[in-house]
């Protein structure tokens, strides 16, 4: 082959792989890179994770399943309702971050505390900060498999001497397919969330 011919081949070879390399970006991460790249307060997640099925209970005694969340985003917290000082200044914020948006979102309180957050006292809890917040429970068993896909980690000891809960204080963001799409770690900066969080909405404004 000759020297030409070579140098034909291998540009053409470097050409389809540079083409292979950005298509497999693209497909991992549609959404424009400015979206992902200048986020300080929003941590996207480059292919969103998708939520195991799941058997909990809303504030009204209803079974709450993963198909609850498709169809819209949705703002979700991991707390307890006696939380002394976390978990009702997040949820006072996402009250202000929801209200604050360019789309609609749902925000879903998830106890991690079942055996005193029972669907009523939940109810009495959520609807204290906002009549459109949804909360959930269920068995230790579901909750720690939510917890586990979304990567937040919690400890309930509820020994005869001291009740003690930990949990993380982040917020998790979930798409309309029910999937993981960002997080949001505390502390919880209201202004710039809400521009982060616009800016990812509208990046994925047909989902």
Same mark, same amino acid.
């Given at each position: 082959?000759?020297?030409?011919?070579?140098?034909?081949?291998?540009?053409?070879?470097?050409?389809?792989?540079?083409?292979?390399?950005?298509?497999?970006?693209?497909?991992?991460? %549609?959404?424009?890179?400015?979206?992902?790249?200048?986020?300080?307060?929003?941590?996207?997640?480059?292919?969103?994770?998708?939520?195991?099925?799941?058997?909990?209970?809303?504030?009204?005694?209803?079974?709450? =399943?993963? !198909?609850?969340?498709?169809?819209?985003?949705?703002?979700?917290?991991?707390?307890?309702?006696?939380?002394?000082?976390?978990?009702?200044?997040?949820?006072?914020?996402?009250?202000?971050?929801?209200?604050?948006?360019? #789309? %609609?979102?749902?925000?879903?309180?998830?106890?991690?505390? %079942?055996?005193?957050?029972?669907?009523?006292?939940?109810?009495?809890?959520?609807?204290?900060?906002?009549?459109?917040?949804?909360?959930?429970? =269920?068995?230790?068993? !579901?909750?720690?498999?939510?917890?586990?896909?979304?990567?937040?980690?919690?400890?309930?000891?509820?020994?005869?001497?001291?009740?003690?809960?930990?949990?993380?204080?982040?917020?998790?963001?979930?798409?309309?397919?029910?999937?993981?799409?960002?997080?949001?770690?505390?502390?919880?900066?209201?202004?710039?969330?809400? #521009?982060?969080?616009?800016?990812?909405? !509208?990046?994925?404004?047909?989902?």
């Amino acid at each position: 082959m000759s020297p030409l011919r070579y140098a034909q081949f291998a540009l053409a070879g470097l050409t389809a792989a540079v083409a292979g390399i950005w298509l497999a970006s693209m497909l991992v991460d %549609p959404r424009p890179a400015a979206v992902v790249n200048n986020m300080q307060f929003v941590t996207v997640i480059p292919a969103p994770r998708g939520l195991p099925e799941l058997e909990l209970v809303d504030q009204d005694a209803q079974r709450f =399943g993963v !198909e609850e969340l498709r169809d819209r985003w949705t703002l979700l917290f991991m707390g307890f309702t006696n939380c002394g000082h976390v978990c009702p200044m997040t949820m006072a914020k996402l009250r202000t971050i929801a209200d604050s948006l360019d #789309r %609609p979102v749902d925000v879903l309180f998830v106890s991690v505390d %079942p055996g005193r957050d029972t669907p009523a006292v939940i109810a009495n809890y959520v609807r204290g900060f906002d009549e459109s917040f949804r909360g959930v429970t =269920g068995s230790p068993e !579901e909750i720690a498999k939510l917890a586990n896909a979304l990567g937040a980690p919690y400890f309930v000891d509820a020994n005869a001497e001291r009740y003690i809960v930990d949990h993380s204080a982040a917020i998790f963001v979930i798409d309309a397919d029910a999937a993981l799409a960002a997080t949001i770690t505390a502390p919880h900066e209201v202004t710039p969330i809400v #521009r982060e969080l616009n800016e990812l909405l !509208e990046s994925r404004a047909g989902s």
